[in-house]
């Protein structure tokens, strides 16, 4: 199966990841309950431009969810997400750490992240039916804080 990539979030747009998802950008990433079969690899790419109402701290972190299919009532009528530890998928990341929880620390101001700030994630052999990230902003202080206009790719192998 040849490579195929899926643009998630476009830069380009006024929209903005906030702590309650409500800005323009959802916070399980890819957003639709997307399938991956027969796929062997997933990598995601992202890239944040920056920050909007000036918060004084601010971090994002990532958790892998995996597609629980429920074997009562029909088959894929009730799919559930349900976290997974980095670490068990064999994630790799570039431009972010995972840490002893299995959760993957994209960016955050007490380590200095500078803008714009780019990161990969992949999962380099692929076990499941499916995978997304959902992601977990935090802020202190300003105004309506977010990261401004993410991107985000999702790429198949």
């Known amino acids: 199966m040849p490579k195929m990539?899926?643009?998630l979030l476009s830069?380009?747009?006024?929209?903005?990841?906030?702590?309650?998802?409500?800005g323009g950008v959802s916070l399980v990433q890819p957003p639709n309950n997307h399938r991956q079969t027969k796929v062997r690899a997933v990598t995601f790419t992202g890239m944040l431009p920056g920050l909007v109402g000036a918060p004084t701290g601010w971090s994002l972190e990532a958790r892998f969810q995996i597609l629980q299919v429920h074997t009562s009532g029909y088959q894929n009528s009730r799919p559930e997400w349900m976290d997974v530890d980095?670490?068990?998928?064999?994630a790799k990341v570039s431009g972010a750490t995972i840490n002893?929880?299995?959760t993957v620390q994209i960016a955050s101001s007490e380590a200095g992240t500078a803008f714009p700030h780019f990161f990969a994630v992949t999962i380099?052999?692929?076990h499941v039916d499916s995978v997304r990230l959902r992601f977990y902003p935090v802020f202190t202080g300003?105004?309506?804080p977010g990261f401004k206009s993410p991107a985000l790719t999702?790429?198949?192998d």
């Open 86 to 90: 980095a670490g068990f998928l064999g």
């Open 154 to 156: 999702m790429t198949e």
């Open 142 to 144: 300003g105004t309506d």
């Open 11 to 22: 830069a380009g747009y006024p929209q903005t990841l906030n702590t309650a998802g409500t």
């Open 5 to 7: 990539t899926h643009i």
């Open 124 to 126: 380099p052999e692929l």
């Open 100 to 102: 002893a929880a299995g």
